[in-house]
């Protein structure tokens, strides 16, 4: 197993808490120049702070707010593991703290349509990166966690749960719904732009190939498209012959491509698409795959 050094080990805290610090400013500002003004709420406790501060006044957000977290961590600590806590509470904190600067920051008094889109955009890309630097703000998803071990729901569904109960109760507490419908569509643009910050803009899939030319169909697709592929073995399951699945990952742009070639040298194949978020690759896996641009190009 490769260990980091103790300055590799250093290097990675120093970027992620960077990375921390830098959404959980996006994200604050978000809130106080555009959800705010616009009495617009996220989802999850952060909305429910929003309520609690729109009740109560805005300069006890950030107490809100992390009172609210602490069970969550708390949770995290005895459930999950004790490294994401300490990540959890720097992010709460950093993200309390900034929201607690930008106080006086000024409003963004304009069309509530911009409000929705650029605010849920800003909001989404800080929360965003904040998770993708091992950080959370908002301990409704380690809720749903323990409830999909626990009951079998998944962490999607729990959350849809409690964000729609949180956008109602809005909506009910202060008896306008366009309020709470608008919130829930900066959620929805939160939360397209927090996937897109996680995940990337890539669009990857991932192809599987049941074939009776596997051999034949390999050297075609690497040396017409220049695609890295995998062999797997497999067993049909009416026939129970072995045969060689081929497991490739490619770019939308050459998917088309690829499934000419397969159908044209094998009309009676099976191929398999599905979507990936995100591919991690080693470091002499990279340089292959750099090699082989090189040469596709």
């Not at 963004?108 to 929360?127: C, K």
């Not at 470091?283 to 090699?291: D, E, L, P, V």
Request: net charge positive; proline share 2%.
């Amino acid at each position: 197993m490769v260990q980091l050094s103790t300055s590799q080990k250093i290097w990675k805290q120093v970027v992620n808490y960077s990375g921390m610090a830098i959404g959980a400013f996006f994200a604050a500002l978000a809130i106080r120049i555009f959800l705010i003004p616009n009495a617009l709420i996220d989802g999850g406790v952060i909305g429910v702070s929003l309520i609690l501060a729109r009740l109560y006044g805005s300069t006890y957000l950030s107490l809100f707010l992390l009172l609210l977290n602490l069970p969550f961590i708390f949770m995290a600590y005895h459930f999950i593991r004790r490294s994401f806590v300490i990540h959890m509470f720097v992010a709460v904190l950093l993200f309390a703290a900034f929201l607690s600067l930008l106080q006086e920051a000024p409003s963004f008094n304009a069309d509530p349509l911009e409000a929705i889109v650029i605010g849920g955009a800003i909001l989404g890309a800080g929360a965003g990166l904040i998770i993708r630097c091992g950080g959370c703000t908002d301990g409704t998803e380690i809720l749903a966690i323990l409830i999909n071990r626990k009951k079998g729901f998944t962490v999607g569904q729990v959350v849809f749960v409690i964000n729609i109960l949180v956008f109602g109760a809005y909506g009910w507490i202060f008896q306008d719904w366009h309020i709470a419908l608008r919130s829930l569509m900066t959620y929805i643009v939160a939360f397209k732009m927090m996937d897109i910050v996680i995940a990337g803009l890539e669009e990857l899939k991932s192809v599987l190939i049941m074939c009776s030319k596997p051999e034949l169909l390999s050297k075609i697709i690497t040396h017409e498209l220049g695609l890295g592929l995998t062999f797997i073995k497999g067993k049909g399951g009416y026939s129970g012959e072995d045969r060689d699945i081929l497991f490739i990952i490619v770019e939308r742009l050459d998917l088309a491509e690829l499934k000419e070639i397969v159908l044209r040298e094998d009309p009676y194949s099976f191929i398999a698409i599905e979507n990936l978020h995100e591919v991690a690759y080693g470091r002499s896996a990279s340089m292959a795959m750099r090699r082989k641009v090189r040469k596709k190009r």
